[in-house]
């Protein structure tokens, strides 16, 4: 089994997020271990650490997003723009990868599956934060 490196890993990640949005968005019952087994083919601490962390921290990714949104709230992004948002506010602001890895990553999964005006929104977010971190 081939290594996936952060880039890779961080699309699984995204999927993930993206899965449980719409779990609950329809009140679906989800266990994350069953959603982790689905979705890699290994067990990746990086992965549990970023979609749990993401997860423990919702609110306060949601309410650092609101903030540096001009007239707009995450809620109003697609599944998997807010995703790419919440992996990349999590990384920049609760782990240790380098401000502009964790800003660099958001931008190329936002121009892989976003489309410019939202990956334009996202850099311009994830600037301001990174400039009043």
């Known amino acids: 089994m081939k290594q996936l490196n952060r880039s890779e890993l961080r699309i699984k990640i995204m ?19 069953d959603i982790f087994k689905e979705t890699l083919e290994i067990d990746n601490e990086f992965v549990k650490e970023t979609v749990y962390g993401v997860i423990t921290y919702k609110n306060e990714i949601d309410d650092i997003a ?10 109003r992004l697609g599944y998997t723009d807010q995703a790419i ?3 990349g506010i999590f990384e920049l602001l609760y782990t240790d990868t380098p401000d502009v890895v964790a800003i660099n ?29």
Do not use: C, F
Not at 16 to 33: A, G, R, T, V
Not at 66 to 75: A, F, L, R, Y
Not at 119 to 130: G, H, P, R, S, T
């Open 66 to 75: 609101n903030k540096n949104m001009n007239d707009w709230t995450i809620d």
């Open 85 to 87: 948002l919440r992996i």
């Open 15 to 33: 999927t993930i997020l993206y899965q449980i949005s719409i779990y609950e968005k329809n009140k679906i019952e989800y266990n994350l271990d």
């Open 105 to 133: 990553e958001a931008i190329e999964l936002a121009k892989k599956y976003s489309d410019e005006k939202v990956k334009n929104m996202i850099n311009a977010v994830m600037d301001n934060i990174l400039h009043n971190k």
